[in-house]
T-cell receptor, first 119, second 115 residues
Framework: DTGVSQNPRHKITKRGQNVTFRCDPI?????LYWYRQTLGQGPEFLTY????????KSRLLSDRFSAERPKGSFSTLEIQRTEQGDSAMYLC?????????????????FGEGSRLTVL | AQSVAQPEDQVNVAEGNPLTVKCTYS??????LFWYVQYPNRGLQFLLK??????LVKGSYGFEAEFNKSQTSFHLKKPSALVSDSALYFC?????????????FGGGTRLMVKP
């Protein structure tokens, strides 16, 4: 399967611990996105990369969150000092193209997500 | 700021009947609109989009959506529902002028198709 891969699929941690999620996008996709989805809600944008550059971050991404895409391929999302409010599904998506006025921008390929439970 | 509303948490329809899942949006300027579907234990999948042109757009699995600018709506439709269409459906909007192409999603509507 050459789709978007996310690991781990499930993570249970205690409050105050650090967690890291990994996303492997579809190869050749230069755009990579992180979204967060809580129960009963739609996905909310967190941040996005074009190649290795992190170009935009949502206000939802507090100082405890950091994302990287060091070689423009896989990406990691780290949450430090987790809080119970961080419990959610963290979704990664990639896209081969996009840009202002690009009609193909917004067609995202999503992974299955990484579910975080903070006790 | 842009926003999307899906007024129904759940839509129930009998197999073979037509279905409609509602979506309204709020955005300055002309929107780019999307529908995504989420099956259990699967990632979100792109269904269809409206960019410009014909107000009726066709997508995957026999779905279509109608863009109505005066009502700021983009309802998802299918003439004959299948049990396998049961899933969570999300409407989303994108600012065409934003280079990042970030999507703003609605809260989702669960579609239940009963045999």
């Amino acid at each position: 399967d050459t789709g978007v891969s996310q690991n781990p699929r499930h993570k249970i941690t205690k409050r105050g611990q650090n967690v890291t999620f990994r996303c492997d996008p579809i190869s050749e996709h230069n755009r990579l996105y992180w979204y967060r989805q809580t129960l009963g809600q739609g996905p909310e944008f967190l941040t996005y990369f074009q190649n290795e550059a992190q170009l935009e971050k949502s206000r939802l991404l507090s100082d405890r969150f950091s994302a990287e895409r060091p070689k423009g391929s896989f990406s990691t999302l780290e949450i430090q000092r987790t809080e119970q409010g961080d419990s959610a599904m963290y979704l990664c998506a990639s896209s081969p193209r996009g840009g202002a006025r690009d009609p193909d921008g917004g067609e995202l390929f999503f992974g299955e997500g990484s579910r975080l439970t903070v006790l | 700021a842009q926003s999307v509303a899906q007024p129904e948490d759940q839509v129930n329809v009998a197999e073979g009947n037509p279905l409609t899942v509602k979506c309204t949006y709020s955005v300055s300027g002309n929107p780019y609109l999307f529908w995504y579907v989420q099956y259990p234990n699967r990632g979100l999948q792109f269904l269809l989009k409206y960019i410009t042109g014909d107000n009726l757009v066709k997508g995957s699995y026999g779905f279509e959506a109608e863009f109505n600018k005066s009502q700021t709506s983009f309802h998802l439709k299918k003439p004959s529902a299948l049990v396998s269409d049961s899933a969570l459906y999300f409407c989303a909007v994108r600012d065409p002028d934003n280079a990042g192409n970030m999507l703003t999603f609605g809260g989702g509507t669960r579609l239940m198709v009963k045999p």
